[in-house]
Structures are given as C-alpha cells and as structure tokens.
C-alpha cells in the first residue's frame, strides 16, 4: 500500500481503533494456526490461545465498551458508540468463524491422520457406545442436576463461561405440566475431554470423546417418560472486571474476597451455542441473558476450544509438537556464589532463551545467606506454584526482614495472590498491597546484604530488574529480560521505589529509574523529543521501541512529531497499535511490525540513540494510559555497553532483520505478513534467539561499570 498523504487521513482518525487492532492481534495468532509448516498440536494450541484471548477480549474490552455505550442497563442509540459496536462484533464473528473452520477443516482432519481422533456419537463402534454409555451413568450422571423450568424453577443462574445444555421437551412432566423447556449444567470437576480405552476400535491410534457429545448421547435419559425435542451446548461470557470501592473499602484484601465470587455472575456479555442450535432456543436464551442477536456466536465445534489443549496433554507424539528446546543456563561458579559475581560484574538474563532459575537461585540464596538481612520483592502473577514464594517464606521463617509488594487487582490472578499474602503474613513477612487505586505492575527485587566485617561492615544493594513477572510458567514462554546488578545507585533507586510503595510517601528524586505514574510518560516524550532535537540539528537520530501495546495518544502524537522533524523509528508491538505508520506529513517515518512466534514477546525496550549515547531503558510498562497514570511502573537503564549491545543484538535487531514471524502494520490499521524477498534467506528472530542462546553453557555475564 502507498503511504498515505494527511489530506487523505483527514477522512479518518488520527488513531486506530485499539479494540479493532486487538482483533487483528488475534488474527496474526489464527494465522499460526493456518500455518502448515507449524506441528499440528501446536496449530491446535493456537487455536485454543485465540479462544482463550478472545474470552479475556469479551470479558474486559468488549464488556468495557457495553458499559459505555448503556445507560442504566440498556443500549443507548448513541451512533458512534454503536458504530463501533457493530465493527468490533462483525470482525468478532469472522474471527470465530474463520477458527472453527480451521478446527474442521484443517486441524482435526491433520489429526486424524496421525492417529489422534475426536469420536463423534455417531462415529462410534459398539464396544465404544457400551464403554461411554457405562462412564456416563458412572461418572457423569450422578452429578448432573436437570432444571426443568416453571414458576418453582426459574432460569438458574449461569456461572460465567461454563458447559451448560438447553433442552426442549415434548409433552407433560410428572406432575402433568407442560414444562417444555430444561436446563442441564456440566459440572466443572468432570474432564472436558475423555480418552477411550484402547482395544474398543480396529482404529490405530489414540481416541477421544468430548464431555459435551458425551452428555448430547444420553440427555433423553435425564428426562424419563419426555421427548427430547431439541437440544444444544450453550455457554455464556460474563464481565469479569472487578470493582471495588477503594475510598470506601477498609481491607481490600477481604473486599476482593467476596467480589471474586461475584466475578461469575457479572453482566452477560457473548453468548455461544451450537451451530445447529434451534433458533427459539437461541432467542430463549438471549432473552434470559438480556443480549441482543449481535451477541449470538453459533459455532461449529465444541463452545469452549480451550479445553482441546486437552489432547495434547494426552498425547504422547513428540513429533506433533515443536522440537524441544533446553534455554541456556549459568554457569555453576555463577550460581554456587550469585553475589561475588554480582560485584564483579552484572548479570543481564534473556528469557525464555536462558533459563530464569538464575533468579530463583539468586532469591534462594538471599533466604538462607547469614549476611542477608532483607529482601523485597513485588509480586503481579506469580502462579498458585512458585520456588520463589516459598523461598520468600522461609526467609521470614529464617527471622531475615522479608517485604512483599503484593498486587491483589493482578487480573484473573487474584484468587492466588491473595493466598499467598496469607502465607506470606503468616510465616512473619510484611505484606503489603501497593497503592489504592494504582496497580502495582513493577518487577522489582531488592536483596541488602551486610558484608565487610564486624568493625566496617556495610549495607549492599543486590537487585533484580526485570520486564515480565515472577511467574514459573510464563517465564517458559514469555520473551522478557531481566537485569541483576549490584550498582549502588540502581539499588538504591529500587530501595527508594519500595519506601514509596510501603510509606506512600512521595518518591525522593531517583537516579536512573523512571518511574509511573510520576515521570514515566514524560521521561519518554522527552527523550522522544530529545532525538527530534537531535534531527533538526542535522544529526541522525534513531528510535526503536519494542512494547506489547501502543495507544497513549500523548506519546503517539509525540513521534508523529518526531517523525516530522527526520527521526527514523521502528516500533516492535506485539498487540494493540493505534498508531498510524506511513503517512506522508505525518509519519513517513515511522514502521510498525509485530512478531508472533512460539514464544510470547514481552519484552519492554526503549532505545533512543541521543547523540551515539545510545540510551537503552528496559521496563515493565507498555506504551498505554493505564502503564503511564494509573499502575506503579519502572523502566531502568542499561549502563553498561557490552550490555546494551547484548540488548541490541538479541532484543530489537533481530526482531526488525525477521522475515518469517514478521507482520507489518499498514496505514489503514491492516498487517501484511513478510515474506524472504527474491535471494534472501529466511530469518526468524526467536529461531535465530534458541540457536544462539538456547545451550546448557550459555555465559550471560559481562563486566558492570565502575560505580559513580
């Protein structure tokens, strides 16, 4: 596509549609799923994670934009905000739409083929119908409850995003009333996906039957003496934002506690039944969730696809899955004594591509060190399992002073963040729960350890900084770096962050650390502006940012600005872009791509070349409102310059040199993928990342400066 002029962009917004680009985001995850060179069970796993983000999607953006566009519980007839609502809705539909097609016609086909099957009812043999029909009055019906609906029975209430079924029924009950209409709930303790036992089909392979078709079979026998008229799988998305009053709340903790269960019940948001689905029994239930038809989502294929993730949990076939890959890891010496290599140099950590068991041992060591005399740390996700919680926990017990930061709000992780501040709290830590009204979002650990001696000891800072979460399975999965350094005045920052977060104090002036939501967005608009500067005079001036979402309208209109003024920039975004590359005027300047890979990016790079400085900011905010006003965020610089071309070299050129996993963005918000051009070979950034970091010696230390 040509660039586009301005007088052509004053047609339209200055500013993409962000729910619309966090659509096309999903379309870029489908598309590895479309990919025939990718192993099937991970075209699988990709469907499942568009499910998955498209469930988060409904529950937080597209009920958001309800919430906006109502007033008092109904739809207002405002133009713009249906406008919007009917763009967002009709892509919704193609995008499931195009994914259950994947699912039939490429997936389960690809499956079968390799001897994994999903056996339909009607597909059965009879050893299997006999085996199904014995699991189903042993396992399953014994814990099924059918409502049949009357004036005694109202519609039940319907847990969000659960398997439930609508029957229709011919005749009288026992009672002889005409109660034509059941509700049958699956329950969440039965598996969603069953494996047959081998033996029951001349089939090679390994089979599978669905819960739901499970249940589909034998319905008619929950209703004895009824005909089954017609029946369907439904299930339904609720908002799942929680709210609590924090002026008026005086233990957030326990407020959390009891809207956590409310979250299932919040307002009906997406409706989902089966493509066959009667349309009365559709409109029934849209009545009862009070959703309009462009709420309706008939699917070919199970209602929750997450669920198929299932299979390969089962599936014992290494072939049918990418390669296994072993990150690198530190060398012993490094982890027999963290902190004597620490003062002699920092360590910068490149995960998933080197392994984050470095900063478990790092915070392992801290616990059970005689010299350690506290630890801090904030916690955002960090699983209902984690090496590091637990080593947290016994240092308390250890009697070192243990501070954990922990943000109940984390969202969908606060049922575990909450149970581990109860454990923490009582193994003798300070638990703390950051900033009313601010989410703590900052990934920071702070270890200060007395050495010198009896008559000349001191205090030294030793520091993780990272830009992803202590979470043991995301750190497998999610592309993040993390920095550790014993820098007295990077210490000393993080200290003075966690004084802030546990007095609520106002923050003393910090060396180096940006920090939201005081300085952050205008640290970045300055230095944006700073490379302007730099253009005008004459000079080169060069930014390359690499976030997971960029729609602050402030720092937008600042490298639209900057672009204008000669600055070359490349934006890295994962995600949701509102940014328009491209245009002439405006921001010819500018390129946009996003990576999508085996691996999650998640890596927050800020590079800004000032003047051959080449000033390099890791961070844990993305470019959006809420990182820079409305959650604690740190961005921390690399100083050393064999590290920042570490960074350079594994974080940002390799993602702009990739012509496999490349998409990028045009000025009318769609995204073409990149393609090798004629004589080019093929280069993907996280290949190129697993080659070269991913062996078991990988050395990731290289000398820290002097300290000012």
Not at 113 to 135: C, L, M
Not at 281 to 288: A, E, N, R
Not at 314 to 334: C, D, M, Q, S, Y
Request: net charge positive.
């Amino acid at each position: 596509m040509k660039p586009e002029t301005r007088a052509e962009l004053a047609r339209h917004a200055l500013f993409l549609d962000r729910e619309l680009s966090q659509l096309a985001f999903n379309r870029r995850v489908l598309a590895q799923a479309e990919d025939p060179s990718i192993p099937v069970l991970e075209r699988l796993r990709y469907l499942c994670i568009v499910s998955s983000n498209l469930d988060e999607f409904f529950e937080v953006r597209v009920a958001s934009l309800l919430a906006a566009a109502s007033v008092d519980g109904v739809l207002s007839e405002h133009p713009a905000l249906t406008a919007n609502l009917n763009r967002v809705s009709a892509e919704c539909h193609a995008l499931v739409n195009r994914q259950y097609e994947v699912l039939n016609t490429e997936v389960l086909p690809l499956l079968e083929e390799n001897g994994i099957h999903i056996v339909r009812h009607s597909q059965r043999t009879e050893a299997q119908r006999a085996w199904v029909k014995d699991y189903f009055e042993r396992e399953v019906r014994p814990l099924l409850t059918p409502i049949g609906l009357d004036p005694a029975h109202p519609f039940p209430q319907v847990v969000n995003k659960s398997l439930n079924f609508i029957v229709a029924l011919s005749g009288k009950d026992a009672f002889g009333r005409g109660t034509a209409i059941a509700i049958v709930k699956a329950p969440r303790v039965l598996p969603r996906i069953i494996p047959l036992p081998a033996g029951l089909s001349d089939t090679p392979g390994i089979s599978f039957c669905l819960l739901s078709s499970i249940i589909h079979a034998h319905v008619a026998d929950l209703f004895s003496g009824r005909e089954v008229l017609a029946y369907s799988q439904f299930r339904v998305t609720r908002d799942s934002d929680l709210w609590v009053d924090e002026d008026e709340v005086k233990n957030l903790r326990q407020a959390l506690k009891g809207e956590l269960a409310g979250r299932q019940f919040g307002r009906s948001v997406r409706l989902e039944v089966a493509k066959n689905c009667p349309p009365e029994l559709s409109q029934f239930l849209l009545d009862q969730f009070n959703l309009d038809k462009t709420r309706l989502y008939q699917v070919d294929g199970p209602v929750n696809l997450v669920r198929l993730n299932e299979i390969a949990e089962h599936t014992k076939k290494p072939e049918l899955r990418f390669a296994p890959f072993i990150p690198g890891v530190l060398n012993k010496t490094v982890n027999n004594d963290i902190f004597a290599t620490l003062r002699r140099h920092d360590m910068l950590l490149h995960h998933p591509f080197q392994s984050f068991q470095t900063v478990i041992d790092f915070i392992r060591s801290a616990a059970t060190d005689p010299c350690v005399v506290a630890i801090k740390q904030t916690v955002y996700r960090t699983g209902m399992n984690s090496d590091l919680m637990e080593a947290l926990i016994l240092a308390a017990r250890l009697g070192k002073e243990v501070t954990v930061v922990v943000e109940l709000m984390a969202r969908f992780d606060e049922e575990a963040n909450i149970n581990w501040a109860d454990k923490l709290e009582q193994a003798g830590a300070q638990v703390v729960y950051g900033v009313v009204g601010l989410k703590t979002h900052a990934k920071i650990a702070l270890v200060i350890r007395r050495e010198g001696g009896n008559d000349n000891a001191t205090l030294r800072y030793y520091a993780h900084l990272g830009t992803g979460n202590y979470h043991p399975t995301t750190t497998k999965f999610y592309t993040d770096f993390g920095l550790l350094t014993s820098n007295p005045e990077l210490g000393r920052d993080v200290n003075e962050v966690f004084m802030h977060l546990t007095s609520l104090a106002k923050p003393q002036k910090l060396n180096h650390i940006w920090l939201a939501p005081f300085a952050l967005q205008d640290q970045i608009i300055k230095a944006i502006r700073n490379e302007a500067k730099i253009a005008k005079s004459g000079k080169p001036a060069r930014i390359i940012v690499k976030v997971n979402a960029l729609v602050d309208e402030s720092v937008i209109r600042a490298l639209y600005a900057a672009s204008q003024d000669g600055v070359r920039i490349d934006l890295i975004v994962r995600g949701a872009c509102t940014l328009r590359p491209g245009v002439e005027g405006l921001s010819e300047n500018i390129r946009v791509r996003s990576i999508i890979g085996r691996f999650l990016e998640h890596s927050r790079i800020y590079y800004f070349r000032n003047d051959l400085q080449h000033d390099i900011y890791l961070g844990s905010a993305d470019w959006m409102n809420r990182n820079l006003f409305r959650r604690i965020e740190v961005a921390f610089p690399i100083l050393d310059r064999a590290l920042k071309r570490r960074v350079m070299a594994e974080g940002l050129n390799p993602y702009l040199k990739d012509n496999v996993n490349a998409w990028e963005l045009e000025p009318d918000g769609h995204y073409q993928r990149r393609k090798p051009r004629a004589k080019q070979q093929p280069f993907g950034a996280q290949q190129h990342l697993m080659q070269t970091l991913g062996t078991t010696t990988a050395e990731a230390t290289r000398p820290a400066p002097p300290a000012a």
